[in-house]
């Protein structure tokens, strides 16, 4: 095609002038010539053309899918993450939970121990004071004179 067109030219070029008005007398023939010349090689330079245009938008198309598969692989690889950045999360919530339960279940099981055994320690102190003044009657009565101690068996 550029032949044909650097052909047109060396036409238009060597062409004589007119001398009035400066138009330019061109073989009407060799012109005729060169346009079917061009037609007939314009399909093929299109068709070319067309099938580089075909084969840069498929070539597009395939570039533009595989970058939709790359940030769509991307996409998921987040959200896994974040998946397991929220399980992990979650995880540690409840184990501050649990731990905020044992704490509260501890405390309480202090406070009914301490309470069992301060009941456990009003019992003894009563059977203990029970006791001692069983021993303290018992004593009261070993330090009476031995006359006494027939009258207060008696009384008894």
Not at 80 to 107: F, S, T
């Amino acid at each position: 095609m550029q032949t044909l067109i650097d052909e047109l030219e060396n036409l238009v070029n060597s062409a004589m002038r007119m001398p009035v008005g400066g138009k330019l007398l061109v073989d009407e023939a060799a012109i005729r010539r060169l346009i079917e010349e061009m037609r007939a090689t314009l399909p093929d330079e299109l068709r070319v053309g067309q099938r580089i245009a075909g084969e840069r938008d498929r070539i597009l198309a395939d570039a533009r899918a595989q970058a939709r598969r790359i940030v769509e692989e991307a996409q998921a690889q987040v959200n896994a993450r974040l998946d397991e950045q929220g399980v992990v999360q979650a995880a540690r919530q409840r184990a501050r939970e649990l731990q905020q339960e044992a704490e509260k279940a501890a405390a309480i099981l202090r406070a009914e121990t301490d309470q069992y055994v301060l009941n456990q320690f009003s019992a003894l102190e009563s059977r203990l004071i029970r006791v001692l003044r069983e021993v303290q009657a018992g004593q009261r009565v070993l330090t009476q004179p031995p006359a006494e101690r027939t009258d207060s068996a008696q009384r008894s």
